[in-house]
């Protein structure tokens, strides 16, 4: 069977109230979605990029793998990063290659009649997964219910955004975390400062989040300063993690000596294809790996990687999957499932109109 076409969507999606992060803010969330179709079967996949990216997929990559077999999506993905050369192949354009290799692994399954975990091959049947949001914009109360909720399911681990401001708000960031280490007793505490602060703020704050019981700092500097992040990972107890915006195995591999775990984001990093080999790569460096954000898409590659820590169960996307996609898997006692249907198990949903651009 041969691929005949790949449709391109795009869909924005309103948050509820300004959100913002120790470096960022937003209003809407943009997905780009890419339905790989061979004859009757069609498989989905997505990534959470710009609009800019859906035109990557419809200028470069559909002619780099029309026509070539569903079964050989390893060839299709070397195919689209050779259509790349001379645009770049990181960044936005990985971006846009991950929604199509998602898609295109999706389609393999389901012409399989498998399960994506089962292709993958699982190596667990539940996936754990750690509260994720806490934005800076949030006030205390409204911090206090998200926290109730990570809580109610099961979640054994929580991670709120400081670094506000670029690290201009030290104070209120540590006021936080004492909020949340007093009211989710009992879980991990995790940070995470989106590359925010200068190497020495990191030091600093880092020795107060070890008196805090923190046991990871995320982004303490930006993930492009290796050397700050190794600079804070020999200054700090708490774990240090970088890897969100990684592309490739390369860029996995420079990463493997400043962190403590590896992130790694499929719908960037060059969809289940990418992730599986820069899990690999960590795990030559005896390295773990956490899943960052978009939980329904990671749930079956992270079921079949043996050195996965856990996934992140990030408010945003667990609030837009559900709007988007039919199939989403629900969290139940600090744990993720895949489904067993044929591929991911999801669609596009009636109520995605709603939000196309």
């Not at 005949?4 to 795009?10: F, G, K, M, P």
């Not at 704050?205 to 290796?226: N, R, Y």
């Not at 898997?329 to 999801?346: D, I, K, Q, R």
Request: glycine share 10%; aromatic share 6%; hydrophobic share 45%.
């Amino acid at each position: 069977m041969k691929i005949d076409r790949l449709d391109v969507t795009v869909y924005r999606v309103p948050t509820e109230r300004p959100e913002a992060d120790g470096t960022f803010d937003w209003t809407a969330t943009t997905a780009v979605v890419v339905t790989a179709i061979a004859g009757d079967a069609e498989g989905v996949g997505w990534t959470y990029s710009t609009g800019a990216a859906a035109a990557v997929v419809s200028d470069l990559l559909e002619g780099a793998v029309i026509g070539r077999a569903v079964e050989d999506v390893g060839a299709c993905f070397e195919a689209m990063r050779r259509a790349c050369r001379n645009v770049g192949t990181r960044g936005l354009v990985m971006q846009a290659i991950s929604a199509v290799d998602i898609a295109l692994w999706d389609l393999k399954a389901r012409t399989r009649d498998m399960s994506l975990s089962a292709l993958f091959g699982a190596a667990r049947s539940g996936v754990p997964i750690y509260g994720s949001g806490g934005f800076t914009t949030m006030t205390d109360a409204e911090l206090a219910e998200q926290i109730a909720q990570w809580r109610e399911l099961g979640c054994g681990a929580v991670k709120i955004k400081i670094g506000e401001a670029w690290g201009s708000c030290v104070g209120r960031d540590l006021d936080r975390v004492r909020q949340l280490a007093d009211q989710a007793s009992g879980a991990a505490l995790m940070v995470d400062a989106n590359g925010g602060y200068t190497q020495d703020q990191a030091r600093r704050v880092g020795a107060a989040l070890d008196d805090l019981g923190v046991v990871w700092f995320e982004e303490p500097v930006s993930s492009d300063d290796i050397h700050g992040l190794g600079t804070v990972r020999q200054a700090v107890r708490c774990a240090v993690a970088a890897g969100e915006y990684v592309s490739d195995e390369f860029e996995a591999a420079g990463l493997c000596d400043v962190v403590d775990c590896l992130q790694l984001d499929a719908t960037r990093c060059g969809g289940y294809t990418g992730f599986m080999r820069c899990s690999a790569v960590a795990r030559a460096n005896n390295l773990q790996v956490s899943a960052h954000c978009a939980p329904a898409l990671h749930v079956p590659i992270a079921a079949a990687t043996t050195n996965l820590r856990h996934l992140e169960y990030f408010a945003d996307h667990v609030r837009l999957e559900p709007l988007l996609f039919d199939g989403i898997p629900v969290a139940l006692g600090g744990v993720l499932t895949a489904n067993e249907s044929a591929g991911h198990g999801y669609r596009v949903g009636s109520g995605a109109r709603e939000y196309r651009i």
